[in-house]
Nanobody, 123 residues
């Protein structure tokens, strides 16, 4: 029905940058909010940033001024530009999307998750 594929993670030194991408595909009618979450080893998954279909954004305090979330609605894609990365940003990053999709002649709405992309910040 719908798939989210996230990418762009890697190993970067403190102070470096990465750009994560997450593309949604399938029988999509529309996508409402999209967001990025992360989960560090031994910790709970936390919300990093969200963006509405109209472009309104929210961030957790620890990434404000360093991370920027954006989306391309024509491509059903959400991005996370991460600058000034710190070791504490190390985590598995997941994208999330609130999707309305078509199946069997009916419309449905549910949350979908990407498979996760690893971000490691280390010297």
């Amino acid at each position: 029905q719908v798939q989210l594929v996230d990418s762009g993670g890697g190993l970067v030194q403190p102070g470096g940058s990465l750009r994560l991408s997450c593309a949604a595909s399938g029988s999509i009618i529309t996508i409402n909010d999209m967001g990025w979450y992360r989960q560090a080893p031994g910790k709970q998954r936390e919300l990093v940033a969200t963006i509405s279909s109209g472009g309104l954004t929210n961030y957790i305090d620890s990434v404000k001024g360093r991370f920027t979330i954006s989306r391309d609605n024509a491509k059903n894609t959400v991005y996370l530009q991460m600058n000034s990365l710190k070791p504490e940003d190390t985590a598995l990053y997941y994208c999330n999307a609130d999707v309305v999709y078509r199946n069997g002649g009916l419309n449905y709405r549910r949350d979908y998750w990407g498979q996760g992309t690893q971000v490691t910040v280390s010297s």
